[in-house]
């Protein structure tokens, strides 16, 4: 017989418990999911709420009202008492120099904007997601993409954007080529050094020494976190697609002024600023709530990807 503390032990005070495989494996499970948890951080800030609302709300506006509205952008007014009038109950923002109602040109070029961007972004993660995929685990093509990441990026971008658009003819594919072409081996590269620092991290390097099959490691380690990049990029690249749209607007090398851009808009507002400030400042102040929102969502889901911010 045994002690423990002046206490007699006798066998009649343990009980034998049998090895379990299954509890065993069991008892080391983590109910942790990785998209639920980047939700909730992301939902945890009051502003992330603010913007998903005040996103939601634009893009409403922009996609249904030209649809639903009866109400012509282009239509000119025949009298010159509804040119350059002030905003009203008539017309919310006011009209331009022939009569045009700006609130309505506003939606409309608020939804064309945002399907220019949308389809640059689309083309620029896309296309530099599966190359810089490819990028990341071929290395034998590592030192020509690293030389022609070199040659296109030491040309600035307004430059490029400029010549560019100066040399074709203006139009929507002129415009969507001039940004696509350059943003998406920005987009390879930054994918190509993510897979690289994925492919090297403790955790998978762990996997691989379990014996964890590689299907596995590539749907439960790698993909869920690239594709939290790919919406953090491509909410990016959105905001960035309207200012590039509006600035070459702003030059006259943007689409054909009889389109209704936010651009076109801001550089026709510019000039009557002085006199008739409401026609740029309205199309201004949607352009920055989208441009901000958009830009500011893409940071915070940023961070609430981070696993290290998941509790």
């Given at each position: 017989?045994?002690?423990?503390?002046?206490?007699?032990?006798?066998?009649?005070?343990?009980?034998?418990?049998?090895?379990?495989?299954?509890?065993?494996?069991?008892?080391?499970?983590?109910?942790?999911s990785?998209?639920?948890?980047?939700?909730?951080?992301?939902?945890?800030?009051?502003?992330?709420?603010?913007?998903?609302?005040?996103?939601?709300?634009?893009?409403?506006f922009?996609?249904?009202?030209?649809?639903l509205?009866?109400?012509?952008?282009?239509?000119?007014?025949?009298?010159?008492?509804?040119?350059?009038?002030?905003p009203?109950?008539?017309?919310?923002?006011g009209?331009?120099?022939?009569?045009?109602?700006?609130?309505?040109?506003?939606?409309?070029?608020?939804?064309?904007?945002?399907?220019?961007?949308?389809?640059?972004?689309?083309?620029?993660?896309?296309?530099?997601?599966?190359?810089?995929?490819?990028?990341?685990?071929?290395?034998?093509?590592?030192?020509?993409?690293?030389?022609?990441?070199?040659?296109?990026?030491?040309?600035?971008?307004?430059?490029?954007?400029v010549?560019?658009?100066?040399?074709m003819?203006?139009?929507?594919?002129?415009?969507?080529?001039?940004?696509?072409?350059?943003?998406?081996?920005?987009?390879?590269?930054?994918?190509r050094?993510?897979?690289?620092?994925?492919?090297?991290?403790?955790?998978?390097?762990?996997?691989?020494?379990?014996?964890?099959?590689?299907?596995?490691?590539v749907?439960?380690?790698?993909?869920?976190?690239?594709?939290?990049?790919?919406?953090m990029?491509?909410?990016?690249?959105?905001p960035?697609?309207?200012?590039?749209?509006?600035?070459?607007?702003?030059i006259?090398?943007?689409?054909?002024?009889?389109?209704v851009?936010?651009?076109?808009m801001?550089?026709?507002?510019r000039?009557?600023?002085?006199?008739?400030?409401?026609?740029?400042?309205?199309?201004?102040?949607?352009?920055c709530?989208?441009?901000?929102?958009?830009?500011?969502?893409?940071?915070?889901?940023?961070?609430?990807?981070?696993?290290?911010?998941?509790?």
């Amino acid at each position: 017989m045994e002690k423990y503390k002046g206490i007699t032990l006798t066998d009649e005070m343990f009980k034998h418990f049998s090895f379990d495989d299954k509890q065993s494996e069991e008892s080391g499970y983590s109910n942790y999911s990785y998209w639920k948890s980047t939700i909730r951080t992301f939902f945890k800030s009051h502003t992330s709420k603010f913007l998903v609302v005040l996103t939601i709300v634009l893009l409403l506006f922009s996609f249904l009202y030209p649809v639903l509205s009866k109400v012509d952008p282009n239509q000119i007014s025949l009298d010159d008492t509804m040119w350059n009038s002030k905003p009203s109950g008539t017309h919310f923002f006011g009209t331009d120099g022939v009569g045009r109602d700006v609130w309505a040109r506003t939606w409309h070029g608020t939804r064309n904007s945002l399907m220019l961007a949308f389809i640059v972004a689309l083309i620029e993660v896309g296309v530099g997601s599966i190359v810089g995929s490819i990028w990341g685990y071929v290395k034998k093509i590592d030192p020509f993409m690293l030389e022609l990441y070199n040659i296109v990026t030491n040309v600035p971008s307004t430059v490029y954007l400029v010549l560019l658009t100066y040399i074709m003819k203006p139009s929507f594919t002129t415009i969507i080529i001039a940004l696509a072409s350059r943003g998406w081996l920005s987009e390879a590269k930054f994918m190509r050094n993510r897979i690289l620092s994925l492919r090297e991290s403790e955790f998978n390097i762990a996997s691989q020494c379990l014996g964890t099959p590689l299907m596995r490691i590539v749907s439960k380690n790698i993909i869920p976190q690239l594709i939290s990049l790919i919406i953090m990029e491509t909410a990016l690249t959105i905001p960035y697609s309207i200012g590039s749209e509006v600035f070459l607007g702003f030059i006259n090398l943007g689409l054909p002024q009889d389109t209704v851009t936010l651009g076109n808009m801001i550089n026709q507002g510019r000039a009557n600023f002085m006199l008739y400030p409401f026609q740029l400042i309205y199309p201004a102040l949607v352009l920055c709530l989208i441009t901000v929102s958009f830009y500011v969502l893409g940071n915070k889901f940023a961070d609430a990807s981070d696993p290290k911010n998941h509790v």
